[in-house]
């Protein structure tokens, strides 16, 4: 089946002040998507300082200038508009997606607090409290909280950048100051070191007449330098494991360094599509052997960078697999299964038709994710920040279906598990 | 100089629904396709009617739809919908089995035959059957060591009763009582186009949408059953259920309330007044509870609809120490918007957010296949969107403050909390008669 594509228009311009902007009309539904992302994650945080970039977006909701606190919320929502904003390991993003009536009020929000949040101690207070119990209800209250995100990079990873919790220890979190925020902000949020995408219901004269009017004087402020967080890839396998004292059931995942996603695209893209080939629906690799057939596993399913954003992380990343097994589940069956299985794949190709269905179902989720408007505001976003080509999201869908069978065999082939590192869940619920 | 003053909003254009077909097949199947060009893909939605169906094996079934049929394997469904960009997936609730599904728009013929197949020539192999059993199962035993849903259980227990929405979620031990031949005879008795609605929205035309679900699906045939779920009670008020969870380091608190279905008169209004209390984030709960007080990350409240009756229900996860507090500060919004009413203020960005949702929600395939669906599973079309924005323009301030004191009084909330008992109990006892229950 040929794979079709998608066509947004794209207008990109840079302001005086340095601020990037990508503006992607289409006029079918009368709603609109606005995006500001910076060019700073968990990787960033100083030492001693675990968790305080997701600290400081939360901070980047309390207030700026002309914003007293609720304001933000208040102003998005009675556009009837939502917002939000998540922090990843590259970069923080901030995000409103409203009735198109609404682009101007948005505009100004976001201007509002480029140009500097109101930080006060109360503030600071408040958001750490609340920063603490996100992390109780997404990590320490339930069962495989924080599993395997928080859990495999300290295992895959030796440089406190890449390795340790992008969620925060409570003491880094309650240590926190002003002076840290605004020495956070002053450095890393910079119009310099930021991008505004805006997708959806607009006329992009009109819109470019109103990024300048509200972006245009935030004070001009160069992006610091990015450092390279580039480590060797690990020389042997490395393993780790844990108790889980709410998990009633074993769980295993594993990951393996994959090329640089942004300076060696074309080896990194044969990787995306693999793990498709090894993970998505009941007739792929993994899950038919393993779910299916042997029963060592209850689901299994694979992805890289470790929140998920494939076309929005740096390098070093990797690719995941992680499975939940059954009741006494045997971790090392799985992982030797699954060697066995990339085994095959390198050695004995693809079945027929199988990269070209697996290609045409990724089609269906790259383009069902655009069809939202912050589906294209938010990667066009981060794309324009990290490779200066939003225009990667329309041309996904073709890039994926012209990887070959070759470079999916050779991908196979690299996950050894002298490369991998695992993170093992022992289950201790009810013991 | 950098502007400081909010810019005004456009006002909206008139809401325009999308081109729609609907047709009814000599089945009793009801089809609605809708024009949503967007992205080229097509989105599906079937929901069958299986009110009272037996819990057990029915979530088997749901979980097994897809394992095989007389002449494809479940590797060849997979596969063969892969191969037009397609997926397919069965979920069940008290009221509906529902399968959901997209594919490229090109594929929606090869994906309507593969799901014809599936509805008229289901195999429910025992191999196959077997491993869904044992990963449901799993999942259940998961579900089980997860708080949101210990307090769910509960909470259902406590507001249904004996109705049968009191229970959700099958035990393990009756799974595993579940046999191939049970499934297969469930099937044929209740998986029947008579009184089911396929929803196709996306980049199509809709009347030869319709056609091919007709050529594809014709042979799907059969009578309704009457599956018919009694009407709800109505939530008795009592003491607080606490159940126990040793060690917890957050409680979940949950509280229901009485509410309306969407078309009767007071839901623009009700629905306008439990935004206003906690609906969204810029209300008196979620800005009082976290934004101030900074006890919780998510505290949210949905009406959540039945076909036999809807209900409220607020739901926050509260650190352990401020548990008692939480309470009080819960009690305290919903006896204030019970009691007084809302500012004008409150009220306009309460109705613009419900008012913008409506078009946000409309503005993807997948957004718009959900609400036709829901919509149809509730006698409802598209058009209610029109309707229901007018109630939601014309509600008053007097009729938002009247709903909420029928339907948010703190007097007739349900609470059940989740937490560690040996801590919370003599908090909430404070504040409220409690007494121990179990998920």
Known sequence: MKIPATKYPIERFTLDNGLRVVLTPDRSAPVVGVAVVYDVGIRSEPEGRTGFAHLFEHLMFQGSANLEKLAHFRYVQGAGGSFNGSTHLDYTDYFEVLPSGGLERALFLEADRMRGPTLTEENLRNQVDVVKEEIRVNVLNRPYGGFPWLRLPPVMFETFPNAHDGYGSFEDLESASLADAEEFFRRYYACGNAVLAVAGDFDVAEATTMVERHFGDVPARPAPERPDFHEPDLAGERRSEYTDRLAPLPAVACGWRVPDPIGKFEDYLPYVVLTEVLTDGDASRLVERLVQRDRTATTIGGYIGFMGDEFQVRNPTALLLQAHLPPGGDADKVLRTVDEE?????????????????????????????????????????????????????????????????????????????????????????? | MSQTVLPDLVPDRKLKLPREAERTLSSGLTVIAVRRPGVPLVEVRLRVPFGRAPLPRATLLSQALFTGTGTMSSIDIAAELQAVGGALSAGLDPDRLLITGNSLAAGLDRMLEILAGVLTDPAYPSEEVATERERLVDHIQVAQSQPAHIARVALLKRMYGRHPYAVQTPGPEQVRGVRPAQLRTLHADRVRPDGSVLVLVGDISPEKAIDAADKALGGWLGPGRDGDVPPTPELVPGPLVLVDRPGAVQSSLRLALPAVPRTHPDYAALQLANMVFGGYFSSRWVENIREDKGYTYGPHTAIEHYVAGSALVASAEVATEVTGPSLLETQYELGRIASLPPSEEELEQARRYALGTLRLGMSTQAGLAGLASMYASFGLRLDHLREHSAGLAAATREQVFEAAARYLAPSLAVTVVLGDADKVEAPLAALTTVERGTA
């Open chain 1, 342 to 431: 990339l085994d095959r794949l390198a050695t004995g190709g693809l079945a027929p038709g199988e990269l070209a269905r697996t290609q045409a179902r990724m089609a269906t989720h790259l383009l069902r994710e655009t069809d939202a408007v912050l589906g294209r505001a938010l990667p066009m976003a981060a794309m324009e920040e990290q490779r200066g080509r939003p225009e990667l999201l329309n041309e996904l869908p073709r890039l994926v279906g012209e990887v070959t069978e070759e470079q999916i065999l050779a991908a196979a082939g690299s996950l050894r598990p002298e490369r991998r590192g695992v993170v093992e869940v022992i289950p201790g619920a009810g013991q």
